[in-house]
């Protein structure tokens, strides 16, 4: 089994930046696919991106594209998103989840689940 724990959240301008991270517990994090989600008030869970397990291989949904970068310290037990040119429709709650399967963007696809972290873009 696998906890994890988001971290990195907060305020932050339009155009900003924010490094989001989640920690792993266990020894075999290297052995999961990562993958970071996020869900605004009113609206469902979306796919923000996902990691392979070795780390070189990485998939983006549409919005995020060009602007966030996901990546991973297996010797960390970490997995990071950073965010840059931040924009208000970005504004969510950000989730961070272990699965097996790469490349996935369902919720359904992923195994473990971290608590959320808030991030919240003023314009």
């Known amino acids: 089994q696998v906890q994890l724990v988001e971290s990195g959240g907060g305020l932050v301008q339009a155009g900003g930046s924010l490094r989001l991270s989640c920690a792993a517990s266990?020894?075999?994090?290297?052995?999961?696919?990562m993958g970071w989600f996020r869900q605004a008030p009113g609206k469902e869970r979306e796919f923000v991106a996902a990691?392979?397990?070795?780390?070189?291989?990485?998939y983006y949904a549409d919005s995020v594209k060009g602007r966030f970068t996901i990546s991973r310290d297996n010797a960390k037990n970490t997995v990071y998103l950073q965010m840059n040119t931040l924009k208000p429709e970005d504004t969510a709650v950000y989730y961070c989840?272990?699965?097996?399967?790469?490349?996935?963007?369902?919720?359904?696809?992923?195994?473990?689940w971290g608590q959320g972290t808030q991030v919240t873009v003023s314009s």
């Open positions: 989840a272990a699965g097996r399967e790469f490349p996935r963007r369902a919720v359904i696809d992923y195994d473990y």
């Open positions: 266990g020894r075999i994090f290297s052995s999961y696919v």
């Open positions: 990691i392979a397990r070795s780390g070189i291989t990485r």
